[in-house]
């Protein structure tokens, strides 16, 4: 069964860190472009960050560049969401994505056909 499933969210203070994992089964990273999507209550989804292991591009959402990094650790079929300086307005649903067709430069949530379940971060003022 093709799987992912993310970890690491949380309760964090502005200002804080965390990192989000997202881990593959039934399927490896190798040839897939992952991306890490989020959504706020009442909001739409949006795209915070990709890599793509195919082309090697990534893309970075302005509001999160210079604060969020993405890693992939291909080893361990694992994705990492860096998130520093957290902000209120970083409180979301996070979710990763996987797609073996798509590229960073195509970052919409329509082309990804693998979704995980989502992991909840919230930031305190």
């Known amino acids: 069964e093709v799987q992912l499933v993310e970890s690491g969210g949380g309760l964090v203070q502005a200002g804080g860190s965390l990192r989000l994992s997202c881990t593959a089964s039934?399927?490896?990273?190798?040839?897939?472009?992952i991306g890490w999507f989020r959504q706020a209550p009442g909001k739409e989804r949006e795209g915070v960050l990709c890599?793509?292991?195919?082309?090697?591009?990534?893309y970075y959402t302005d509001s999160v560049k210079g604060r969020f990094t993405i890693a992939s650790d291909n080893a361990k079929n694992k994705v990492y969401l860096q998130m520093n300086s957290l902000k209120p307005e970083d409180t979301a649903v996070y979710s990763c994505?996987?797609?073996?067709?798509?590229?960073?430069?195509?970052?919409?949530?329509?082309?990804?056909?693998?979704w995980g379940q989502g992991t909840l971060v919230t930031v305190s003022s």
């Open positions: 994505a996987a797609d073996k067709f798509t590229i960073c430069s195509n970052f919409e949530y329509r082309y990804f056909e693998v």
């Open positions: 890599i793509s292991n195919s082309d090697g591009s990534t």
């Open positions: 039934g399927f490896t990273f190798d040839d897939y472009t």
